[in-house]
């Protein structure tokens, strides 16, 4: 059996981690192989991570890089295309929903290959975001759809998808966790001069708040006034960097750091009095570590993380708001969280055995 593992961006590696470690144990007489597009090229990235998530070097390397998103895309496919024509794997396994992931699929559909789409049937109803284009269309392509959240398979069911394609399995990004948390110290935080439970961690890096300079510049504004009273740390994503250079933006108290690690922000994600961010994944990691997080959006495709979880979504609110709902954390009136079902460190276990029982001759 020969299985093709895409990855391209940054959420991707977490995800892929599990699920390769688990195929390189359990299925020995399977040819896998790592194909990483190069949709994110800096170090900090990219192969930051795979050091500290221990990922061998890709076998394949597609060097893709930056651009619009039909460039990107289209570029992704042609590449996509090549190695799979020449390889010829049974199953191609794509993650997420970034520019790789749709273009993994599309590539594999068209040679007839099977799709594994791992965190599939997430909506957040909202084709003006790009990853829920890449979403809808993976999934719609793939064979085997492995979802992380009950909403998952409720939005799948109703787009007619054949409930044979569909399981429920977990979540791998959280079975990563749980793998690299034992190794998160409060001492780590020394060296950002941080406190337990004493500073805010932001992310931003989706088009809708940093690609528009009014958005920017009053996050900005809201976020200097919360780093009066605590220090805000903000590894700051390429796009985002761009935009306040590009926009003029200036801060006094926000600690803006490079991209970091992912060991090292799941330390600062763990011991965070709350996170401000519009990230997919950190809204399921501040969920699992039970902190607060505020996600700077109109909406989530992970609804079980405001449902059951630590997460409250700003929606069409002032973004002034987030001060008031600061507050509430300040006064100990944060919601606990809970952990989401199946949830459990096992994910990449379940999706290995469903795939080895599939194609058992
Ligand atoms: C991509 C994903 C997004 C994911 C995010 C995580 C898509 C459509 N979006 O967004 O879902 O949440 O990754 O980080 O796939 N850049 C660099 N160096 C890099 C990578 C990017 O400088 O290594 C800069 C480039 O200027 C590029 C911009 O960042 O134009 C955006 O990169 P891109 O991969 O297009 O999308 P992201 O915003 O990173």
Redesign the pocket.
Known sequence: MKIHLIVG???NFMKAMPVYNELKSNCNDWDIKLVHTG????YE??KVFFEVLSLPEPDIFLDVR?GT?GE?TGKLIERIEKVLMEHKPEIVMVFG????TLAGSIAAAKLGIKIAHIEAGLRSFDRTM??EI?RVVTDVLSDYLFVTEKSGIENLKREGIDERKIFFVGNTMIDTLYKILPKCSEEDLKKFNLKKNDYILVTL?RPSNVDDRDRLEEIMRILEEIGSKKPVIFPV???TK?MLKNFNIKTENILLINPLNYKDFLTLERYAFCVITD??GIQEETTCLNVPCITLRPNTERPITEEIGTNIVLRDRPISDIIKMMDNIYEGRWKKGRIPDLWDGNAAKRIVEILKESFKF
């Open positions: 961006a940054r959420p949709q994110h090229y800096d990235m990219s930056s998103h990107q929903d970034v520019n790789s790009p990853e890449n890096h994503h390429p796009r761009k990230s997919g």
